[in-house]
């Protein structure tokens, strides 16, 4: 499954107003042979989900998910959850 989006890449250094690009987020059935095809469906939707937040919530989504935040047996939950944590933290910190 392919989907392009655009993406915000953070704030230029220069001029302090945020880049935005197009992205694509490619999600391939092979390799996630334990997952049915609803269950990558559902994945890839959670991959586009993380690429659209700002980049400072991206950002901080993925160093969840690499703290240990990945569930191997529901990939798409662990992927909600770190973007409702990444979120969370900014609204009210």
Request: aromatic share 8%; glycine share 4%.
């Amino acid at each position: 499954m392919r989907t392009m989006i655009e993406q915000d890449q953070g704030p230029e250094r220069a001029t302090g107003h945020h880049i935005r690009r197009l992205h694509e987020v490619t999600t391939e059935a092979d390799d996630y042979p334990h997952l049915d095809d609803e269950e990558v469906r559902d994945l890839h939707t959670a991959w586009v989900e993380l690429e659209r937040l700002d980049f400072a919530s991206r950002h901080a989504a993925q160093e969840y998910l690499e703290r240990g935040g990945w569930d191997l047996h529901a990939p798409a939950a662990s992927i909600r959850k770190a973007i409702y944590f990444a979120v969370r933290s900014r609204t009210f910190h």
